[in-house]
């Protein structure tokens, strides 16, 4: 038995690990309505996370982080942005103020520019050089320990018939610039970030659905080479890309879970039992920094994947809208122990959120014309989130015409209940009894505070104000943001 050990204590010497593993939060904010900074910042801090991803670098976020004591991620999703010298030190002196102040420890750089990379060489190669040319402004201005600028990696950079963790290799076409990346990345002592949906990911493989919690309660394991066995996705993605990197000459890099979630609506077997029990079987053994069976342990940072429902993000999955721990009210849908004691507690709600009245707009019935329902149906699901009607969705089991009432009252929610947006061609109108049903809830939008506008550009300090909507807002308004990343 020791001397299986060897090897991974020597891993531990050469590399350098904190001690314990961090569990934080994705922040992303392609909703409607927005929970603002500071509200996030306080229910970050009511549930003690140590840290915090964003998908972004606006000055007002990294405001209201500031002095926080959380440890902060930022994103730069256009890679073109900073893409020449003098573009990366005029953003590093932007936000130097808020490296220390807001505890800036990374920099996410693009959108998953390998998975686009796959189809974009140039694309891809000039992103390498750009976060190349990133890290050397950070270390110029002094923050080469503290600031890291890496690339988040989706699954689908290592080949994707995997039966074991041991046969991944990143995939041939990208495997050169790969290679690149990580030589950059080791110089300057970065990390290597993974994502991972394991509900997603059994069902891709035809794995048993089990193997996707961390508890799993099927005799259904995988064994592999060095003795290894995996019961479950969150290991076995991990170490595929421990193999992965072994094989690119770089054993001992750091890698950290960036995105690990459970969505709640709008894929089989997505729900608030499932997301709770997942996580509840995760958080802890994160915590435990039990470490995988190829680094038992070492802690491995995790990032839970993420504080709120986002209800425009582009529709390229069903349940892409539906990750949030919190619903877009700041109610938390369930129980959740965010600093990995397994306690079973709800996580703390948001606090000061109103609703609008008890509205709903509905389909009058009126069938007559098919197909003018049908287009009506269609446009509002272009705008509005529909994708609870999705099979395996919370609404999937409605009948036609409730169908309808639920695209039409998405749509006069996303419109904070214009009366103007329940007219449908005369098929719609607004009534005050709840047409919820069952497991499927016909939202009431919460009252929204700031108007899209306020925001210019990404640097732009945000002032709020005070709308004029009527009764509602007085209280409210500073308390919702409305605008784009
Ligand atoms: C995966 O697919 C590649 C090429 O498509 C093939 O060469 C390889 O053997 C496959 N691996 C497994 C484990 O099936
Ligand atoms: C796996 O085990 C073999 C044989 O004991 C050993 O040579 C090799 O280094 C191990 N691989 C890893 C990645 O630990
Ligand atoms: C959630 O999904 C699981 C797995 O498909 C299912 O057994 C359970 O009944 C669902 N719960 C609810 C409340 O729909
Ligand atoms: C129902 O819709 C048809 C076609 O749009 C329309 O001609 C008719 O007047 C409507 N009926 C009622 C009762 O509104
Ligand atoms: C309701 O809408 C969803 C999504 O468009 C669709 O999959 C489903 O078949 C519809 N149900 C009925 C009864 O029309």
């Excluded at 959740?336 to 509905?362: N, S, Y």
């Amino acid at each position: 038995m020791a001397f299986k050990l060897i090897p991974f204590v020597a891993f531990f010497l050469a590399s350098n690990y904190v001690a314990d593993a961090i569990i934080g939060i994705n922040w992303g904010r392609q909703t409607a309505q927005r929970l603002l900074p500071a509200m996030v910042v306080d229910l970050l801090l009511q549930n003690k996370v140590p840290e915090a991803r964003i998908y972004s670098s606006q000055q007002d976020i990294l405001q209201a982080f500031a002095g926080s004591g959380i440890s902060l991620t930022v994103t730069i999703f256009n890679v073109q942005n900073v893409a020449t010298i003098e573009l990366a030190r005029k953003w590093v002196q932007e936000k130097v103020p808020y490296f220390d102040s807001a505890n800036i420890r990374r920099v996410y750089l693009g959108n998953h520019v390998f998975r686009n990379g796959l189809t974009d060489k140039s694309f891809l190669n000039m992103a390498i050089n750009t976060l190349e040319t990133l890290q050397f402004a950070i270390n110029e201005a002094g923050y080469a320990d503290q600031v890291k600028v890496t690339f988040p990696n989706p699954e689908v950079v290592i080949k994707d018939n995997l039966t074991k963790p041991s046969e991944a290799e990143f995939q041939d076409d990208i495997k050169e610039e790969m290679a690149r990346t990580l030589r950059i990345l080791k110089k300057n002592n970065a990390p290597f970030i993974v994502e991972v949906f394991p509900i997603s990911y059994v069902t891709y493989h035809n794995f048993d659905p089990e193997f996707a919690f961390i508890d799993n309660k099927s005799p259904f394991v995988i064994r592999d080479k060095n003795n290894t066995v995996y019961t479950n996705a969150f290991d076995f993605v991990h170490d595929a890309f421990v193999w992965a990197l072994i094989k690119a000459g770089f054993p001992d890099m750091e890698i950290i879970m960036g995105q690990v979630g459970w969505p709640t609506d709008g894929f089989p077997g997505a729900n608030a039992s499932t997301a709770e029990r997942f996580f509840k079987g995760m958080l802890p053994y994160v915590a435990s920094n039990k470490g995988t069976p190829m680094r038992p342990g070492a802690p491995i940072h995790t990032y839970v994947h993420c504080l709120t429902d986002e209800n425009k993000m582009p529709y390229y999955y069903p349940f892409a809208r539906h990750w949030g721990i919190y619903r877009s009210n700041g109610e938390p849908k369930y129980k959740i122990d965010l600093t990995g004691q397994g306690r079973d507690i709800f996580p703390a709600k948001a606090k000061g959120i109103m609703h609008m009245p008890e509205r709903w707009c509905v389909f009058n019935g009126n069938d007559t014309d098919t197909l003018k329902v049908k287009r009506n149906f269609d446009e509002a699901c272009t705008t509005a989130d529909c994708t609870s009607l999705a099979p395996g969705g919370s609404c999937s089991q409605l009948s036609f015409a409730q169908n309808i009432s639920y695209a039409f009252n998405m749509y006069f929610q996303a419109n904070f209940q214009d009366e103007k947006a329940c007219k449908f061609e005369g098929l719609g109108k607004v009534v005050t009894e709840n047409p919820s049903t069952g497991r499927c809830v016909f939202p009431v939008e919460v009252v929204k505070g700031q108007q899209v506008g306020d925001v210019a550009a990404d640097g732009n300090r945000i002032h709020y104000h005070v709308p004029n909507f009527g009764i509602f807002l007085v209280l409210v308004s500073i308390l919702w943001a409305l605008f784009c990343d």
